[in-house]
């Protein structure tokens, strides 16, 4: 029986590769498509010679794929085509599936960082007292400071629907109060039996440098150097002494 082309020499404990011989597509150790990857590697590289670079990051220069394919054995590692447009193609000495898996903890990592910024919601009433909205702003405002969202509503009961201008005015109001701390993200607009307005936190612009104030009159003598005395100075550079 012919073996598998995609065979290699595998270190105890790991799993083997799917052999490919019979058209399907071809599987990691991680268990994903090869194809879905676009990427080449082991026997399934065909191209005469390659730009080799080691698992360290060494650039090894233009060697035979046979070459190459021997020092990726060695070390029981993969030898992935990572440029195949180049000429010749540029391949990576590596360990396909934990690469594989670093990578996809990457894009995790930047997709949990995007999905941070959490909305935080205050509801109010048309006709609310001073004393009310003093507290539901100052809740406005810390959430803003914490760098979350406010989704605002104002929430309208029986003929108060006819009066909405009572709650666009009130969502203007915080907006202006909230100006130097967020933005309009979503202008006010009726949803249901609710006015809703979305504000965005604002980053802080940084403070400018003072500049240092003047001091009236002559600088203060540094240690080594003679006190200003109107006098005169000599050629050597010192005061003449009265006669």
């Given at each position: 029986m012919w073996p598998c082309p995609t065979h290699r020499?595998?270190?105890?404990?790991?799993?083997?590769?799917?052999?490919?011989?019979?058209?399907?597509?071809?599987?990691?150790?991680?268990?994903?498509?090869?194809?879905?990857?676009?990427?080449?590697?082991?026997?399934?590289?065909?191209v005469p010679r390659v730009r080799l670079v080691d698992a360290d990051g060494t650039q090894i220069g233009i060697v035979p794929l046979a070459q190459a394919l021997r020092r990726a054995r060695e070390q029981e590692l993969d030898l992935v085509e990572v440029a195949p447009q180049a000429?010749?193609?540029?391949?990576?000495?590596?360990?396909?599936?934990?690469?594989?898996?670093?990578?996809?903890?990457?894009?995790?990592?930047?997709?949990?960082?995007?999905?941070?910024?959490?909305?935080?919601?205050?509801?109010?009433?048309?006709?609310?007292?001073?004393?009310?909205?003093?507290?539901?702003?100052?809740?406005?405002?810390?959430?803003?400071?914490?760098?979350s969202k406010v989704r605002a509503s104002i929430m309208f009961r029986g003929r108060e629907m006819s009066h909405t201008e009572l709650g666009l005015r009130l969502l203007d109001r915080l907006a202006e109060d909230m100006s130097e701390l967020a933005t309009v993200e979503a202008s006010p607009k009726v949803d249901g039996r609710n006015m809703v307005m979305v504000l965005a936190p604002v980053k802080p612009k940084p403070p400018k440098a003072e500049k240092p104030a003047r001091t009236a009159g002559e600088p203060p003598a540094t240690a080594g150097e003679p006190a200003a005395t109107g006098e005169p100075a000599g050629r050597d550079g010192s005061a003449d002494a009265p006669a």
């Open positions: 020499p595998r270190r105890p404990g790991r799993p083997a590769a799917r052999c490919t011989a019979g058209g399907g597509a071809s599987t990691s150790r991680g268990g994903s498509s090869i194809n879905e990857q676009q990427q080449r590697l082991n026997a399934e590289i065909k000429d010749p193609p540029v391949c990576r000495i590596m360990d396909f599936g934990k690469n594989k898996y670093e990578q996809e903890q990457k894009e995790k990592e930047a997709r949990k960082r995007q999905n941070q910024i959490s909305v935080k919601e205050i509801k109010m009433r048309p006709k609310i007292s001073d004393n009310d909205y003093g507290t539901k702003s100052g809740h406005v405002r810390r959430f803003l400071l914490d760098g």
